[in-house]
């Protein structure tokens, strides 16, 4: 057996400008900056292991400090058998890139083009915010894609039950899929009664992206508070608790469709759901995966998307070891990007090492 001894722990802030151009804007977080924890394990050998923590900016504080103080060992994950299907077809996605809350009709309307004209049929559109904004988005998104294609909404957490419901009920002459995260993400109770309300709408609940254990899983599945699971390959405990959770969705006949996007978020859960698809559930049935079209030019093994699927990856490992000159770069506070925009802001002496 090979042998090798962990010698060093490398922790690195890296944070991408996002919200210099409204990418990631919702209803919770108006001015997001894309970031990870980035972790490199290096041995004694000519081996190093790798991982990362997804934030929106100041969040990131936290994870490096964690990562720090209480280093956790990451596994590779080898993907060795893969469906036919899969190999040739790739796994379904949809796309949350065209409607980010920030973005103007117009942007909307030509990401949303763009998007047809490359074979997307299933689009997400943020909400939550204001009303009468959702409906004019809602409207612009529906007739551009058509009453054949798949429309999802996406509310942050914004509502409380009754807003949720009743803001929901207007929104559902545009015949969206689900209703993702309508409110506090820790009221299960909340989302069991959400659930219910729209069952007569053929409207679904998906959330569960900010569930941070398997047990408000298995609570959510056992309240029949959501119909579409959505894991986050960084929310819980790695790989192994995304498995249980995976496992009790099977079991609960609720299919999985994981939130992805970020920074790294798409090439981490390309794997679970290939492994839910070959392994568990073999079904595609209201199953997809969120693709966000930003920022994988960053990793050295980025997310292939062929004709709207997610293709399996070939290259070994879980996906998420990033380029070198990408850490530096977009380093913080200290690497080139932050530096060039902290200067302008004024703030570079409110930074230290």
Request: some cysteine; hydrophobic content about 40%.
């Given at each position: ?230 894991i986050d390959s960084c929310r819980v405990g790695s790989v192994n608790e995304n498995l249980a959770i995976l496992l009790m969705a099977a079991k609960f006949k609720v299919p999985v469709c994981p939130h992805a996007g970020g920074v790294g978020l798409c090439e981490l859960v390309q794997h679970l759901i290939l492994f839910d698809y070959i392994s ?25 998307i062929k004709n709207a699927h997610y293709m399996p990856p070939t290259d070994p490992g879980f996906s998420c070891e990033m380029l070198d000159e990408s850490v530096q770069k977009y380093g913080f506070p200290h690497g080139d990007v932050w530096r060039s925009i902290l200067k302008q802001k004024g703030s570079q002496d409110n930074f230290s090492e």
């Open positions: 057996m090979f042998k090798s001894k962990i010698v060093k722990l490398v922790v690195n802030d890296v944070r991408f400008p996002t919200s210099l151009e409204q990418h990631g804007s919702d209803a919770m977080h108006s001015d997001p900056d894309y970031s990870v924890a980035y972790v490199v394990v290096e041995t004694d050998a000519d081996l190093k292991g790798y991982g990362l923590t997804f934030t929106v900016g100041r969040g990131t504080e936290i994870d490096w400090a964690r990562e720090r103080s209480h280093p956790s060992e990451k596994e590779d994950v080898y993907l060795i058998l893969v469906e036919e299907q899969m190999l040739k077809e790739g796994y379904p996605a949809y796309t949350t890139s065209c409607a980010w809350l920030g973005y103007s009709d117009e942007q909307l309307s030509q990401l949303c083009s763009a998007a047809l004209a490359e074979g997307w049929t299933r689009f997400k559109v943020k909400v939550g915010a204001d009303l009468q904004d959702d409906i004019r988005r809602c409207s612009l998104i529906r007739k551009m894609i058509g009453p054949e294609n798949t429309l999802m909404i996406d509310a942050n957490q914004r509502w409380n039950v009754g807003e949720a419901v009743s803001w929901i009920t207007t929104l559902a002459e545009f015949r969206p899929l689900w209703i993702e995260e309508p409110t506090s993400p820790d009221d299960i109770l909340g989302h069991a009664a959400i659930s219910k309300a729209l069952v007569p709408l053929g409207i679904g609940v998906a959330t569960g992206e900010q569930c941070h254990n398997r047990v408000m899983f298995k609570q959510f599945l056992q309240a029949s508070a959501l119909q579409f699971v959505q568990l559930s073999a079904s595609l049935n209201n199953r997809m995966c969120e693709y966000v079209d930003h920022l994988h030019e960053h990793f050295r093994s980025p997310t292939v």
